[in-house]
């Protein structure tokens, strides 16, 4: 952030915050392209634009800009009642138009909406006044879900329209709590409050948010004052900040897991090299040793809240079978076997240092990995063209808890997030998406992810807990999502 003026905001007035965020924002259309499905960003879009359905701080469900809805009995039709009296940030009026619109052109493949493949389950849309139904042409049972998830956010039809997507991107409007003021990319957002937003105006009138990517950085903005709120610093930094005075924090668990995809390219398709690559990695000491005990770790692509968790199963951790594996392949540690591992540098707490850690255990039993450390945005690019390499390091945010979500786009070779392509786990899945018996659907997870853990086609590490500190100023309400909203913050 050298050279850049920013204004300090220590013992500013009491409608100022600034907060030291820790990701860029590269676009400002939160239903289009990479940054649409970057859990981290999602903060910043709830504060500009609404979802469909309001997400909760404990990631229950309430009314957003629509009022109810849901599936007729026989699950052929879904109907909406849209909240009237909201108006867009130029005052014009919000009307069921501006939904239907939002969901035809998310559900459209050129439009180039990274969730499609949920959105275009529902077409043949009918208003009637503020009523809509549509019809169902792929009974999909997180539809309604995933309209407080990435890519569920609702579009200014007209605006749109006349402005098209380059005008969308120097002026956005949403119907959200704050409004664009000022933005520099690479730099900075300034937000105003909404006098007029439905929920009710924000307690702080100005926000800046500061894109600050390095996280030594965003602990000397909050230190010195610079920012009010700050998060995803290190556990060690964390427990000195909130120790000091002037200063508070939480680090509670989020819906957020972190993982190792394996892509099925070169030495990743011999199956002792994964099972080996899994079975070597000693997480509780990660979470232990590195993360301060901040973190639980995991071993399918579920937490114990996600609707699909399994605790029967299992992973070991056996060093020892490691080897032998590796030998049964013609490897040890005089011929190890050798890839590249992808990694963010500071993007999470103590990421590539886990990812060092995880290296060094790797060496011990005959695997040679060569770090290679890359931006979130590249790590998006080189995914969706499933160009990872052979083993790349992600944060994974489910934050409707959903099984689909989790295992399901993380290891399903046609999804654009995946890079795992093997057909026994296609053929697993496919008769899953549109179960409507839900029992059976998420006991069919449940024997996807144990098929997913007996081959080691993933390697799942922790659920993160999210460091947040802030100024005793600052009253900052913790989102299950991780994100992190100035609109729930208030002046202590």
Known sequence: MAGLSMP???????????????????????????????????GIYQSVFDQFILQQPDLSQAPGLLTEWGFSDDLKQVHMTV???????????????????????????????????VWKNVNNFKI????????????????????????????PKAYYEKVGAEGFEKAPIGTGPYMVEKFEQNAYVRLKANPNYWGGKPAFENVTIKFVTDAAS???????????????????EYDRLIAKDGLAGSADTVSDIGMIFFNDIDVMKDENVRQAAVMSVDKKLLVDRLLRGYGLPIDTLETPEYDAFDPSIKVEYNPEKAVELLKASGYSTDNPV?????????????????????VGMWRKVGIEANIEVYEIAKHYELRAA???????????GNSIGDPTTSTGFAMYGPSPHSVWDSQDVIDAINPLWGEP?????????????????????????????????????VKVVPHKSGALLPHLMTPA
């Open 338 to 358: 050798k890839f590249t591992i992808q990694t963010t540098r500071g993007f999470k707490p103590k990421d590539y240092e886990m990812i060092q850690a995880i």
């Open 83 to 117: 909240r009237e009296g909201v108006t867009w940030h130029d005052g014009s009026p919000f009307t069921a138009e501006d939904i239907v619109w939002s969901l035809e052109r998310a559900g459209k493949e050129e439009t180039g909406n990274p969730i499609q493949f």
């Open 218 to 236: 965003r602990v000397a903005e909050i230190e010195s004052g610079s920012s009010q709120v700050t998060l995803e610093i290190p556990y060690e």
């Open 386 to 396: 499933d160009q990872l390499a052979p083993a790349a390091f992600y944060n994974w």
């Open 128 to 155: 009637d006044g503020n009523k809509i139904t549509g019809d169902v042409v792929g009974f999909d049972p997180t539809y309604f879900k995933w309209m407080s998830f990435l890519t569920g956010y609702v579009l």
């Open 8 to 42: 300090r905001i220590a013992g500013a007035q009491a409608n100022e915050l600034v907060i030291a965020y820790n990701v860029n924002l590269p676009s400002w259309d939160p239903t289009t392209g990479p940054s649409a499905v970057n859990p981290t960003i999602q």
């Open 437 to 473: 018996d839900q029992a059976k659907r998420i006991a069919g997870w449940k024997a996807v992810d144990k098929l997913i853990a007996d081959h080691a086609y993933v390697l799942p590490l922790l659920q993160y807990a999210q460091p947040i500190v802030h100024s005793n100023g």
